[in-house]
């Protein structure tokens, strides 16, 4: 038979089966089971830069939280403003908002791309 991944043909005691169908030589079921550690880092390296995508995005949602409740105090406040000049106010929040928390979701991405290149190495 022949090792699926380098197509070696292997025999007896040095074939190493991942199932019924999928023969492997030594040398490819050590690759292997090392593949499989450097993916246990990398899933944990990974989840530690989705956090600096997720402080971002908690950023954003304090921006629209705290603009929202600035804007309503200022229309509150000051007799002078007027309701297009709050909604006007507000859709800047929210537009501010979301460029931030766009840029969390980015850097999530970034960093899964980036892991998923390094694994392949
Ligand atoms: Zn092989």
Known sequence: MKCILCAKEIHGENVKWINENSPLCEKCAALTEKKEETSFEYN???????????MIQTVAKIIWILGAITAIILFVVSGVASIIVLVSYLFAVFVSGLLMYGLGEIIILLGQIKDKISTKR
């Open 44 to 54: 944990h390296t990974e989840s530690e830069k989705n956090e600096t995508g997720a």
